[in-house]
Each structure stands twice: as structure tokens, then as C-alpha cells.
């Protein structure tokens, strides 16, 4: 047999079995789940191969769609037609740092892919054909309309043409729209690939799933599943669900591939607000426990700032105020620390307003803890320290803590919305519920720092302004306000 058409049957039987084209190539045996969907992008020319890969958090599944991309330039193609790609992410750089980076690591491997292909930053070509056998990387603006979407899309009319789609849980639900364009022009074998995190009930990955026109493969990582993935494990799998129950919505999307039922993202209901509002504890319930402050300071003259105490299972009526000299409200949240013999201070520092306010208090000796909202939270499922705090406050409602009758507050409590940032929870900005409820959320913010960090009791005969909050790296028996 002449190495030519040693090489054309090997292509062949290549692209009937996508599985033999990674084995042969990389080096690898492809998980399980790895295989179904590999299986279906093989076998008889098909004009319209759509498929998802619907996936929980870390299974493989930017490796799995590279090697489809590879397999798609690698063995679609014929004489005087050559295969034609576009690749997509949720921004370019999550396409550079993801899918592109994969496509350059599986090349490395596989010395047929190397030598027969050229990948640059932009673009793979076949070295033969480098104007019409390629998949680029291609990208569209955040604003972008269907027309500047469908544009990105442009240019791959072929007889073998394919789109990849990585991290499509939050991708515009237009650039499927778009990409459904290859398959005009009746092609001999076209494919859109996509993959995704179930993380939003209104993105591409959501609708796609639900029109029955796609095949679908979910990718898990439960325990009680044959199928899971083994790239995360067991233990911390069985851990999260244990901890937080099936049902919870980070648990659906990130451990089990599922997506979470629709309205998720309401962060608590007024029901739930009104019943904190109509507890009552007596004080030998609470006053053991230490007292915290939270303050949140206006940035505009339409908002207020606020302050928050809160004790164990009780918080108390909040102190609002509208004054533009941050000196001003420097000594009112230091008048309250005085009063109340607090045991912590924490205020939002971000921007130049709270900055102001704790260094002010800072020059005047009082133990301020300065909360950046957009920074680290002590916990990795979320976003950043203000989401996790509005969580923390929103769990504490729900577990029993008491709310001092407050209509503004149950307003902007129930205006709480979350999505996902990638595996991470994250509420929507200030100004979104500021367009909704007309103001901002300082009263819910305020009261949402009192969780920022955990806090101990003051030792007996210490003086008021000693600092009693743990860092996180301190953090040991600290006291629990729901016992």
C-alpha cells in the first residue's frame, strides 16, 4: 500500500471514529462521557451536527471540544473543499486563556497535527491551503446586536464548515442565531460544537437544551452516576452535596450539570423578610453574643448612608443619614461604636466616599475594619466579599435571625438578584437594583457587613476600642449567632 493511500484510509477511519482519532493522536483514552459525545460527531456525513455539552465545573470539557475542532480540520474535507472554522467564547480572552490554549497543547502532541498545521494567535491553518482550510478565533463586543454577532460569524461558506462555542451558560442567545448560517448553502457536513456551565436560564446553553433540536450531553460529577466524570472527585463531590443539599442551586450547576429551576436567582422573598420581621428574642438570647457595625456610605446626594448593629440573632433599627461630609459621618458611625460598646466596625471602603470614613476614624484611633466590595471572599464559591456577604445575611434570615420592622429595607432586600460568574455566585451590581427600586440597596448593604468577617466577644474590662475581629486566617471557636 503507497503511503498516500495509507495516509487517506487513515483519515478516513478517522473521521467514521473520532474516539480512534484522539487515541491515535493524543495519546489518550477519553472519559466515558468523553466518548458518547466524540461518537457523535463521527460516522455518516450528517448536514447539521448540532451538539452541547451541558458540564459541570472542571470535567474536561474545553480539552473535549478542542479535540473536536481538531477532528473537524484534521479529516473533513475533499477535492477542491476544505473545512472552514470559527471559535467563540464568552469574551475574547476566556477564548485565548481556554479553548485556544487547549487547541495549541493537543497540537503539541500529536506530531501528524504538527506538522500538517500552522496555529498562531488568531488562526490554525492547513500549511497546504493556509487561505481556505482554518478555524479562527473570533470574538464580538459585549453591546454587540444580532447584525455585529452574525459579522463575527461571516466568512465560511464551505462544503465542511464548523463553529465552536466555548462557555456558552451566559453566551447571547444570538450567536446560536448566527451560527446557524453554516448551514445554508447545503453543505456536505457542518457542525456547531458548544459547551457550556448551566448557570443561567436565559443564556444559548439553556435555550439550546430546550428546543429538542440539539443533542445533548450532560456531564456530571454525582457520585451516583456511571457516567461522571473522574476529573473531579468523588469525595469533594459527595462533600458539597452533603453540605449543601441537591436541591441547592451552586450544587445543581456546578457538581451535578444541571440547571437550577427557573427563578432561581431571587436571593430571599418578602415572605421570609416579613417573618424576621415579626420575630422577637429576649436578651438573654442575644446579648452574649458580640456587637457588630456595619457601615455603608452615599456615594450620591440621592442616596443615604447607613448603619447597622446587629447582635447574635437580633439586628436593631438602622441609622440613616444624608450628609455629604464624610467628617460628618465619620463621627456618627464612631459615636455609635462608643454607645454600644461594639466589638467591631466594618465599612465599606470602596471608592473615595468610604475610603474617607475609615481613614478618618483610623487617624482618630477606632479599630475600622475597611471592606473593599469587589474584594476576595473568605469562601470560593462567590464572586467577590459583597455577594458573599449579602448570602451570609440572606441565610441568616432564613435561619431564624430577627429584622427590626423596616419596609425600605424589606424593598431592597427582595430586590437581591444573583447569577453566576463563571462557578461563582454573584449578585447583581447596586446600580441594576437602583434602576429597579430607585435608590440603592444601602440599608441591605450595611447590614450585609456586620457578616463581613467573623467577630469575638471582648475580653471582660477591655477597653471599648479594642479590635476583637478575627481575621480569616485566625478563625477558630468563633462565636456562632444561630448556635
Not at 467573623?454 to 486566617?473: C, E, L, W
Amino acid at each position: 500500500m503507497s503511503g498516500a493511500k495509507a495516509a487517506h484510509d487513515r483519515i478516513r477511519r478517522w473521521r467514521a471514529d473520532p474516539v480512534e482519532f484522539v487515541r491515535d493522536n493524543f495519546g489518550i483514552e477519553p472519559d466515558e462521557w468523553q466518548r458518547d459525545a466524540l461518537t457523535l460527531m463521527g460516522g455518516e456525513s450528517n448536514a447539521k451536527r448540532k451538539l452541547c455539552m451541558k458540564a459541570c465545573t472542571g470535567p474536561g470539557k474545553s480539552a473535549a471540544l478542542s479535540w473536536m475542532g481538531w477532528h473537524r480540520l484534521a479529516c473533513f474535507a475533499a477535492k477542491g473543499e476544505h473545512p472552514k472554522g470559527a471559535a467563540l467564547s464568552i469574551t475574547a480572552d476566556n477564548l485565548k486563556d481556554n479553548l485556544w490554549a487547549e487547541m495549541a497543547k493537543w497540537q503539541g502532541r500529536s506530531a501528524f497535527l504538527s506538522a500538517a498545521f500552522t496555529w498562531t494567535k488568531e488562526r490554525i491553518y492547513a500549511n497546504d491551503h493556509p487561505e481556505t482550510w482554518f478555524l479562527s478565533a473570533r470574538s464580538f463586543a459585549k453591546d454587540a446586536d444580532s447584525e455585529a454577532i452574525g459579522r463575527a460569524l461571516s466568512g465560511l461558506h464551505s462544503q465542511f464548515p464548523f463553529i465552536l462555542l466555548d462557555e456558552t451558560g451566559d453566551m447571547p442567545v444570538a450567536v446560536g442565531k448566527a451560527a446557524h448560517q453554516i448551514f445554508t448553502g447545503n453543505p456536505s457536513d457542518a457542525a456547531i460544537i458548544q459547551a457550556g456551565n448551566p448557570t443561567s436560564s436565559t443564556g444559548l446553553l439553556f435555550e439550546s437544551c430546550g428546543t429538542g433540536s440539539w443533542d445533548v450531553i450532560t456531564i456530571t460529577a454525582d457520585p451516583k452516576d456511571p457516567k461522571r466524570t473522574p476529573r473531579v472527585s468523588v469525595e469533594h463531590a459527595q462533600e458539597m452535596i452533603d453540605t449543601y443539599g441537591r436541591e441547592n442551586p451552586w450544587v445543581m450547576a456546578t457538581i451535578l450539570g444541571l440547571f437550577p429551576p427557573t427563578g432561581f436567582n431571587a436571593m430571599i422573598g418578602p415572605d421570609d423578610v416579613d417573618a424576621a420581621m415579626a420575630r422577637h428574642y429576649t436578651p438573654d438570647q442575644y446579648q452574649s453574643a458580640p456587637v457588630v457595625l456595619g457601615g455603608d456610605v452615599a456615594r450620591q446626594g440621592d442616596d443615604e448612608s447607613a448603619l447597622a448593629r446587629r447582635q447574635g440573632i437580633v439586628s436593631f433599627p438602622l441609622r440613616t443619614m444624608r450628609i455629604p461630609d464624610i467628617m460628618l459621618v465619620s463621627s456618627q458611625f464612631s459615636q455609635e461604636y462608643q454607645q454600644q460598646d461594639a466589638d467591631a466596625l466594618f465599612v465599606d471602603e470602596t471608592g473615595g466616599y468610604g475610603a474617607g470614613v475609615v481613614d478618618d476614624l483610623r487617624q482618630r484611633k477606632f479599630p475600622v475594619i475597611g471592606v473593599q466590595f469587589s474584594g476576595r471572599p473568605n469562601d470560593y464559591r462567590y464572586s467577590n466579599k459583597r455577594s458573599e456577604m449579602l448570602f451570609e445575611l440572606c441565610n441568616w434570615i432564613k435561619a431564624g435571625g430577627a429584622l427590626a420592622p423596616d419596609p425600605v429595607l424589606k424593598q431592597e432586600l427582595c430586590a437581591l438578584r444573583y447569577t453566576y460568574q463563571g462557578d461563582k455566585f454573584q449578585v447583581i451590581p447596586k446600580e441594576l437594583i437602583k434602576k429597579e427600586i430607585g435608590r440603592s440597596p444601602d440599608r441591605a448593604d450595611a447590614l450585609a457587613l456586620t457578616f463581613a468577617h467573623p467577630v469575638a466577644r471582648k475580653a471582660s474590662g477591655a477597653h471599648q476600642r479594642t479590635n476583637s475581629y478575627i481575621a480569616p486566617q485566625q478563625q477558630g471557636a468563633v462565636y456562632n449567632p444561630l448556635g
